[in-house]
């Protein structure tokens, strides 16, 4: 099926360091969706975006809605060890059903 | 946000048996729900989708005989694997939204299966 393009694929980062990750798509999405997978869990969501130019926060993460409404970013700042895990996008246009990135797999050094 | 608990966490079955995982929204009632698999280090790749009380649609390449799915209620969804096959051993995840509210999909926990 259809994938976003996520990059990038994976990070190795020292601890205080901040982290941003992207997703890009061919088609407009009108809703775009950050999670964050641990081993043997199931996605959590970390923050949704509903209107092309939001910016929205959770704590130490900021993610936006692209203008052109194909891309968004997810940006983690100040990183710490339990930042590690994959970061999934996921997008939606109407109500079809969610199409996922690749995943971003990050790594802390403490 | 919602919860979505999916049962069991892990299962181990034998070839040739079948198992079956249910997915509950705890906190809401989910009009559709949908089913994913994800292989090793990849993304999730969705299986099919099912509204409450219609059969559920399959994504391209699925078997809908061999992954039985039923969606008898606005809280659980439950997915069989009929006959499994090692190579049916995988993490299994459900997810659930409310439509038409523009709400996030929330996810279960996941299922390991194991066939051997």
């Known amino acids: 099926g259809q994938q976003l393009n996520q990059s990038p694929q994976s990070m190795f980062i020292q601890e205080g360091e901040d982290v941003s990750m992207n997703c890009t798509s061919s088609?407009?999405?009108?809703?775009w969706l950050w999670y964050k997978q641990d081993p043997g869990e199931g996605p959590v969501l970390l923050i949704a975006?509903?209107?092309?130019?939001e910016l929205t926060s959770n704590g130490r993460l900021t993610a936006q809605f692209g203008i052109t409404r194909k891309d968004s970013f997810l940006n983690i700042s100040a990183s710490i060890p339990s930042d590690v895990g994959i970061y999934f996008c996921?997008?939606?246009?109407?109500?079809?059903?969610?199409?996922f990135g690749k995943g971003t797999r990050l790594s802390v050094i403490a | 946000g919602a919860v979505v608990s999916q049962h069991p966490s892990r299962v181990i079955c034998k070839s040739g048996t079948s198992v079956k995982i249910e997915c509950r929204s705890l906190?809401?009632?989910?009009?559709?729900m949908f089913w994913y698999r994800q292989f090793p280090k990849q993304s999730l790749m969705l299986m099919a989708t099912?509204?409450?009380?219609?059969?559920?649609?399959?994504e391209q390449g699925v078997e809908k005989d061999k992954f039985l799915i039923n969606h008898a209620s606005l809280t659980l969804s439950t997915l069989t694997v009929t006959s499994a096959h090692p190579e049916d051993s995988s993490f299994y995840i459900c997810?659930?939204?409310?439509?038409?509210?523009?709400?996030?999909?929330?996810f279960g926990q996941g299922t390991r299966l194991t066939v051997v």
């Open positions: 997810s659930a939204r409310v439509i038409p509210m523009n709400t996030e999909a929330f």
């Open positions: 088609s407009i999405f009108n809703t």
């Open positions: 975006l509903y209107k092309a130019g």
């Open positions: 996921a997008g939606r246009s109407g109500n079809t059903p969610l199409v």
């Open positions: 906190d809401f009632q989910a009009t559709t």
């Open positions: 099912s509204n409450e009380g219609s059969k559920a649609t399959y």
